[in-house]
Nanobody, 114 residues
Framework: QVQLVESGGGLVHTGESLRLSCAAS????????VGWYRQAPGGTRDLIVT???????VTSDSVKGRFTPSIDHAANTMTLQMNFLKPDDTATYYC????????WGQGTRVTVSA
């Protein structure tokens, strides 16, 4: 079973940036669509960015134009560059296949203060 480890979260102010990483213990990025999910405190875990195999990324309206995903196939990692962060982006961020079929990692917490 492939393990996922997210990192890069932290506490930032509105308008600042963070770069999240997702390391996979096996090659999932060439075998299926993958994505970034987030779960705000008390909320549901929602898909915000999808990287379909061979197609451009699809981002939700809530992060469009601010969040940019990428994949490093050689390193089995994917990243999420998050710019112009807002308090509404406060959440724990996860990576997984789309639809999610792997065990969830621990996530990485992002807190954006006003």
């Amino acid at each position: 079973q492939v393990q996922l480890v997210e990192s890069g979260g932290g506490l930032v102010h509105t308008g600042e940036s963070l770069r999240l990483s997702c390391a996979a213990s096996g090659d999932i990025f060439t075998r299926s669509a993958v994505g970034w999910y987030r779960q705000a405190p008390g909320g549901t875990r929602d898909l915000i960015v999808t990287l379909p195999r061979g197609n451009p990324p699809v981002t939700s309206d809530s992060v469009k134009g601010r969040f940019t995903p990428s994949i490093d196939h050689a390193a089995n990692t994917m990243t999420l560059q998050m710019n112009f962060l807002k308090p509404d982006d406060t959440a724990t961020y996860y990576c997984n296949a789309v639809p999610p079929r792997l065990a969830w990692g621990q996530g990485t917490r992002v807190t954006v203060s006003a």
